[in-house]
Each structure stands twice: as C-alpha cells, then as structure tokens.
C-alpha cells in the first residue's frame, strides 16, 4: 500500500531555511505526480508546489513561495524534498506531501487531484 511520511519540520526565526522530506513506500515516485501543500490553523489547504513524473520533473510552484521553495525528488532514495529558504511567518502551517497515480496535469493545485496523503509536519516561523 502507498504510505507517505513528512518529516524535517521545525521552528525556526524568519529569514532562515528549512528541508522538508517526504518518503514514499508502496510505489515509485519517479512514476507519480507529487506535491507539496500547506493548512494553517482555520485556513484551507492551499498548494504550494508539484514535481511531474517525467523525465525532466517538471516543476510548478504557488507565486507565494515562487523563488524561495525548491521541490525535488530522489528517485534513488523514493523520497520527495521541499527546500525552504527565507522563511517568513506567514509560511508557519503544517505542510503536507501528497501523491497521485499520473502524470501532472491541469488541476494539480487543488488536493481534490491527489490520491495518498501524508500526515504532515508542523514548520513555524517566528518574527
């Protein structure tokens, strides 16, 4: 069965950097579209970024974290990576993985389009 587990949350001070990973068990994640969400407390989830199942990983990211947040994957290690860098407090929400059987496509910044979830890990970011 496909399990996705986030770990590499933390608090840290604004300006800093964190690495979210994200291991996937169950299936390949050079062979699923994956992304990246997040859900702050009495707000709706809300994309943050996706890697395509090609070749090339094609990338997408939401404007908010655009140039700030790298997405990657290691095939080798079947893991899913979110490297954040200047962090602001605005970015503090638990931050999810999700994964979905196909390539990405139009769509892939709703949570309606993925299929498995992960259970989430907290990032808080302090002024």
């Known amino acids: 069965q496909v399990q996705l587990v986030e770990s590499g949350g933390g608090s840290v001070q604004a300006g800093g950097s964190l690495t979210l990973s994200c291991a996937a068990s169950?299936?390949?994640?050079?062979?699923?579209?994956m992304g990246w969400f997040r859900q702050a407390p009495g707000k709706e989830r809300e994309f943050v970024a996706a890697i395509d199942s090609d070749t090339a990983g094609s990338t997408d990211y939401a404007d908010s974290v655009k140039g700030r947040f790298t997405i990657s994957k290691d095939n080798a290690k079947n893991t899913l990576y979110l490297q954040m860098r200047s962090l602001k407090p605005e970015d503090t929400a638990k931050y999810y993985c999700a994964a979905v059987p196909r390539p990405c496509m139009l769509g892939i910044g709703v949570p309606q389009y993925y299929t498995f979830w992960g259970q989430g890990t907290q990032v808080t970011v302090s002024s």
């Open positions: 169950g299936y390949y994640v050079s062979s699923y579209c």
